[in-house]
DNA sequence: CGTCGCTTTGATCTAAATCAAGTTGAGTGG
DNA sequence: CCACTCAACTTGATTTAGATCAAAGCGACG
C-alpha cells in the first residue's frame, strides 16, 4: 500500500483498521465504512501536498500540526489554516487540492483513500452527510477569516488568533504555538514583526505571558475578547 | 404558504414545481426530487435574512444581485460574496445563516426549503453530493478571496474583481455593475476611494473604458490578468 | 431643471510595512 | 557540560500604500 503517493520521504507507515465507534469527525466518516486508514509521517517542513495537485487522500492530523497555504507567483503567502491534532485536512469535494499543505513541525497523520470515502458516500447517507458538515466546517473557517483579513487592525487580528489557539491547544491554560512568526504573519496577512509587535504589547499590558516565545499564557482572555472587535 | 419567513415586504411571490431536466446547479439539485420552490421578490437594499438567523431557505437568484456579507460590532462590513442571476446563495449545513445577505437592486430569488433538501438528500445520493459540490464551490471562493484580502495589493484586488465581474457578467464583452463602489471596497477590503482611484488609474491607461460609472468594457483583459498577481 | 446620492479627485494622515540592528535561545559539536 | 552558531525573535527608525478628510462633478430621477 502507498507504494508511492504521500510523498517519498515518509518516516513511518502503518496500515490500520478505523476502530468502528471513533467519535470524533474523522472517525465518524471512516467508521461507518470500515475503511483502511493510514499512518504516515512528514518532518517539519515537509510537504504534505501542492496546490493543483490531485487529491487522492483526506488526511487527520494524529500529532504535530499543518499549514494550508496558497502562494502568489512572487511568494507572498497566505495561509488560510492551522490544523492541528484531530483535525481532518485536505477533503476536497472535487479531484485537486485548492491549497497546499506542509508540516509545521514533525507531523503524523492517518489518511484514507478519497475514492473509498466517496464510495461509502454513496452507500451510506451518513458518510455523504458526514462530508458535506466537514466542508461546511471549512467554509465557516473561511468566512470568519475573510472579516478578519478584510476589516480587522493588526491588533484585533493578533487577539483573534491568541482566542482561536487557546480554543484549539490550550492545556493547563498554557498554549504552546508549534508555528513561528512569520507563519502567524502569513495566516493573519500581517509581516512578523507586526505580529511580534502586537504580542509585546498585550504582555506589556499584562494580558498575556511568555515562557519562551512560542510558550503563552493567557491572562485575560476578556481583555483579548473586547479586542477582537 | 410562505405565510410569514422570508420577510414581510415581499412584492411578488409565487409558487412553481421546479422543471424536471433543470440543467443548472439549483436544478441539479431540486429537479431530482420535485420539490417545491417559490419565487419572491426584495427591492433594493432589502434584507433577505440576518447573520446568525435560523436557515430555513436555500435560495437561487433569478434576476438582480445580492451581497452576503458579515458586520463587525462598529459597523465594518466584510462582503463575502455577490450572487448574480443562476447563483444559489444560503445554503447551509448547519441551522443558521453565518452571513446576512441584501439584495443589491430589485431582485427575484426562487426558494426551497432547506429541510425538503435535507430529506432529498437522504433519500437520493445525487443530491446528496450535489450539495457538498456547492458548498465546496462557496469555499473555493472564500479560499482564493482569503489569498486576496491577506496578500494582493490595491491594484490586483480590483484586477481581479473586474476579471471575476466580466467572467461572470459580461455580455457582448461589456459588464454593467449592480453594485456601488462601496460595496465594491467593502468586498475587496478597501475603501471606496481607493477602488475610484484604481479604476480611474486602469481607464487612462487604457484597459478598460466606462460608459457611466458602472457600465465597464474591458479592453486589455492580459494586462489585468498580469497585473492580478 | 433642481436635488441628492454616487463618484471622482485632491490633500493630508497614519497604521503597518520595510529596513536595520541587536538579542535570545535551542540545538550542535567539541 | 559548555561554548558556539544560527535561525527566530524583538525592537527601533523610516517609509509608504492606502485610509481619511474634504470638495467638486455628474447624472438619474422626481
Redesign the interface.
Same mark, same amino acid.
Given at each position: 500500500m502507498l507504494t508511492q503517493s504521500p510523498t517519498s520521504s515518509a518516516i513511518a507507515s502503518r496500515v490500520s483498521q478505523v476502530p468502528h465507534a471513533a467519535l470524533d469527525q474523522f472517525g465518524a466518516v471512516t467508521g461507518h465504512a470500515g475503511l483502511i486508514a493510514t499512518e504516515f509521517s512528514y518532518r517539519k517542513d515537509e510537504e504534505i501536498y501542492g496546490e493543483d495537485e490531485p487529491a487522492e487522500y483526506v488526511y487527520q492530523v494524529i500529532s504535530g500540526a499543518v499549514r494550508s497555504y @496558497?502562494l502568489?507567483? +512572487?511568494g #507572498?503567502?497566505?495561509i /488560510?489554516a492551522f490544523h492541528l491534532p484531530g483535525d481532518v485536512f485536505g477533503l476536497?469535494? =472535487?479531484t485537486v487540492h485548492? $491549497?497546499a499543505a506542509e508540516a509545521i513541525i514533525d507531523t503524523t497523520v492517518r489518511l484514507v483513500k478519497r475514492r473509498s470515502l466517496e464510495q461509502a458516500? /454513496?452507500i451510506d447517507?451518513k458518510v455523504?452527510?458526514n462530508?458535506? &458538515?466537514m &466542508?461546511? =466546517?471549512? $467554509?465557516?473557517h473561511?468566512? +470568519?477569516?475573510? %472579516?478578519l %483579513?478584510? #476589516? @480587522?487592525t493588526a491588533m484585533e487580528r493578533v487577539a483573534t488568533f491568541l482566542l482561536e489557539m487557546d480554543r484549539r491547544l490550550a492545556v493547563a491554560g498554557m498554549m504552546a504555538l508549534p508555528m513561528c512568526r512569520r507563519d502567524i504573519g +502569513?495566516y $493573519? /496577512?500581517l509581516t512578523l514583526e507586526t505580529v511580534s509587535r502586537a504580542l509585546s504589547q498585550l504582555q506589556s499590558q499584562g494580558v498575556l505571558g511568555f515562557s519562551g516565545a512560542r510558550q503563552i499564557v493567557l491572562r485575560n482572555r476578556q481583555r483579548l475578547h473586547n479586542m477582537d472587535?
Open positions: @496558497k502568489l507567483s +512572487d #507572498r503567502r497566505q /488560510g476536497e469535494s =472535487g485548492r $491549497l458516500a /454513496g447517507v455523504a452527510r462530508l458535506w &458538515t &466542508t461546511a =466546517g471549512d $467554509l465557516r473561511a468566512e +470568519d477569516h475573510m %472579516l %483579513l478584510g #476589516r @480587522k +502569513d $493573519l /496577512g472587535a
